[in-house]
Nanobody, 120 residues
């Protein structure tokens, strides 16, 4: 049974940093990524990484501030979030699949989500 478990969310002031983690069990995945959903808004792609960790992509609004990485020995991905802004406030979801994509429908496994709140 596939399970993705996120951790690392919390409350931080604008300009601060957080590091999210997502551990996968039950399978290995070529692509893993992060999505987020703010209240009243649609789910949004944030970042994706391939198996090697050498290919990554980000939504424009986080480029230069967020970094996605993975440790295959631990079957875990990370999202280092720096220079956080109030508009980054959302529930962040880890997702896993077999192709590198920006579309949530291409990811078959999802975590339960972790709340990130950035105060101004």
């Amino acid at each position: 049974q596939v399970q993705l478990v996120e951790s690392g969310g919390g409350l931080v002031q604008a300009g601060g940093s957080l590091r999210l983690s997502c551990g996968a069990s039950g399978d290995t995945f070529y692509a893993m990524g992060w999505f987020r959903q703010a209240p009243g808004k649609d789910r949004e792609f944030v970042a994706v990484v391939d198996w090697s960790g050498g290919s990554t992509d980000y939504v424009d609004s986080v480029k230069g501030r967020f970094t996605i990485s993975r440790d295959n020995a631990k079957n875990t991905i990370y999202l280092q979030m720096n220079s956080l802004k109030p508009e980054d406030t959302a529930v962040y979801y880890c997702a896993a699949g077999h192709i590198v994509s920006h579309h949530g429908t291409d990811f078959g496994s999802w975590g339960q989500g972790t709340q990130v709140t950035v105060s101004s």
